[in-house]
């Protein structure tokens, strides 16, 4: 099912013209309304005139983290505060957080960009949707809650935390859909079969999943562990929260970004070129139909991929692969642009090794080296115990590295527990060359 | 059957990896009846033959070492010229491919002892004991 077949299914011609003609007024809008971006492009030396292709968009300066940080709280806003119905801010790890705003259209937008992606998820007004997502600050819970509502599905408006009730909620609310992180899926899962409940036999089929990166293991484990169909949701509070892009339940190959709402690019994170179509790199949003907090060419640092194939759901909505991980984590090795992601994604595809690695690139002579340092796994050796074994694991890492990422590599097999663990963010590269 | 179990060891090549596995090993008490270290540029991979296999899997597991097992043969090798060259030869007619052998530290009487690994281990075995060779039971081996 799709929820507006009008504008999830537009041809691609079409769609690209309604993008071209929604940038050229919020291009308009933003220099004369926001004080960041009349600086901002006449610094670049683009009058909003000069918008005149989709092409184009890539003359506009980007827009970073540190600008919205910059103009905390309300800088750019594009809008008086009169107008501003809600603001949401995400939570700042490092420094101030950022803030965000909607007028009621943007709510109005938003709830049906969410009703899209429950649709999208199977869903309909018929059921009932666990809303596990935060609410307060935080877009997830609001963004979600608002989106059920427009549908007409029931919301359980539970939010995060209290899992023991949480779990006695699936049990006796029966809801058929949960919206969580995924982390917290899995933890609601593990803690109710440690309470004794058989979590396989809940009501619920769908877990809407999102606000954090996750894996196909991931995926596969919370399926198994609840009994349902998993599907990741994109978002960021900057750009709007959830709802930015969805899989659908017909190919789950990447998600359906909102392309009337929001225009994608990936971008080489290094030298900020726009990168063709199918190639990996850090995904950049300009959203076109914002009123309170547009927002052009801003670098999420998120590493994602575009396909613009036609999907057998019938959307012709671009799709964008789930998120590997951060642009800044990017190496430059020999010329080619690797992210650590990639290679963990490859890690994950070979069978008897432990998802623990580290990166080491050096430099011999003129030439950047790469080694790949992988823990073995018992159950690869337990088997046999034989050396050829152990080789072959090796080559047919260094030969999965070479096929998909087109780089040499040298695997180096450590033991087990030897590459150090990490509580949080992991850091997994060791830059040993020196410019 | 006449199989006796072989523990591997993944070691990494690196100063004290090898004095690690057998300090593990005297101080549970564990007594090596055997062994060969197979060396690669990368890694090696130590093989033990040893009194107590349970026992010692165990010990070295809990100290973190990815430990492996395999089926491997004992094969009393007469202690003359040719001794050992008349068992190869008979494992050579059957078209029976040795992987790697090494020799054991004690002897049996006349006889030394080698252990083989085979890419056919129970073919191996009964084409040994047909041709009159004397094939070591693992318990036998252990308590050597
Ligand atoms: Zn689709």
């Given at each position: 099912m799709i929820y507006n077949e009008e504008f999830e299914t537009l041809p691609r011609e079409a769609l690209e013209a309604l993008q071209v003609k929604r940038l050229q007024q919020v291009v308009q809008r933003v220099y004369h309304t926001v004080g960041f971006y009349k600086r901002s492009f006449d610094n670049a030396g683009v009058k909003p005139d000069d918008i005149k292709t989709l092409d184009d968009l890539r003359r506009l300066p980007f827009t970073t983290k540190q600008d919205l940080r910059d103009n905390y709280p309300y800088g750019l806003f594009a809008v008086p505060m009169s107008s501003v119905v809600r603001v949401h801010a995400s939570s700042g790890t490092t420094g101030r957080s950022t803030v965000v705003g909607y007028t009621k259209r943007d709510i109005d937008t938003w709830s049906e960009l969410m009703a899209r992606c429950f649709v999208m998820a199977?869903?309909?007004?018929n059921d009932i949707i666990h809303n596990a997502y935060g609410y307060g600050l935080f877009t997830g819970g609001l963004g979600a809650h608002y989106g059920a509502e427009r549908l007409g599905a029931s919301v359980i408006p539970i939010s995060g935390g209290n899992t023991k009730r949480q779990i006695m909620i699936l049990q006796d609310f029966a809801p058929t859909a949960i919206c969580a992180t995924p982390s917290y899926a899995l933890y609601l899962a593990e803690q109710g079969e440690e309470m004794g409940v058989d979590m396989r036999s809940l009501k619920l089929r769908v877990g809407v999943l999102g606000a954090e990166p996750w894996s196909e293991k991931m995926r596969r484990q919370i399926e198994d562990k609840l009994n349902i169909t998993a599907l990741d949701i994109y978002g960021l509070s900057e750009v709007m929260g959830p709802g930015v892009a969805m899989e659908c339940t017909e190919a789950r190959q990447g998600l359906h970004i909102f392309e009337d709402h929001f225009i994608a690019e990936i971008i080489d994170p290094e030298t900020g070129e726009t990168l063709p179509e199918g190639e990996t790199g850090e995904l950049v949003f300009t959203t076109?139909?914002?009123?309170a907090f547009p927002l052009v060419r801003y670098r999420t640092r998120d590493v994602s991929r575009l396909v613009k194939a036609p999907c057998r759901c019938g959307r012709t909505l671009v799709r964008m692969d789930r998120i590997t991980g951060r642009s800044d984590d990017m190496l430059i090795i020999r010329g080619v642009n690797v992210y650590p992601s990639q290679i963990e994604g490859v890690l994950l595809n070979?069978?008897?090794?432990?998802?623990h690695y580290m990166l080491i690139v050096d430099r011999e002579g003129t030439l950047d080296t790469l080694e790949v340092q992988v823990e073995v796994g018992e159950t690869v050796f337990a088997e046999t115990g034989e050396v050829k074994v152990l080789q072959e694991l090796s080559r047919r890492i260094t030969k999965d590295i070479k096929d998909y990422l087109g780089i040499s590599s040298k695997v180096k097999l450590v033991e087990p527990k030897t590459i150090q663990r990490f509580e949080?963010?992991?850091?997994?590269v060791i830059d040993r060359r020196t410019i | 059957m006449n199989k006796v179990e072989q523990i591997s060891i993944f070691l990494e090549n690196k100063p004290g990896g090898l004095e690690f596995v057998t300090r593990v090993l005297k101080d549970a008490g564990i007594n090596i009846r055997a062994l060969s270290l197979a060396d690669t540029s990368d890694f090696g991979v130590l093989r033990l033959i040893v009194n107590d296999v349970e026992k010692a899997k165990r010990i070295l597991k809990e100290n973190g070492f990815t430990v492996g097992r395999t089926s491997v043969v004992a094969v009393l090798v007469p202690d003359r010229p040719g001794g050992l060259h008349g068992i190869l030869e008979s494992l050579s007619k059957e078209k029976i491919n040795v992987e790697y052998m090494y020799a054991f530290v004690e002897r049996s009487g006349e006889h030394a002892i080698i252990i083989f690994r085979f890419d056919a281990t129970d073919r191996a075995i009964d084409s040994l004991t047909k041709s009159g060779f004397t094939v070591l039971p693992g318990e036998k081996v252990y308590s050597l």
């Open positions: 199977g869903l309909t007004k076109v139909t914002k009123e070979v069978p008897g090794i432990e998802p949080g963010k992991a850091k997994r | -």
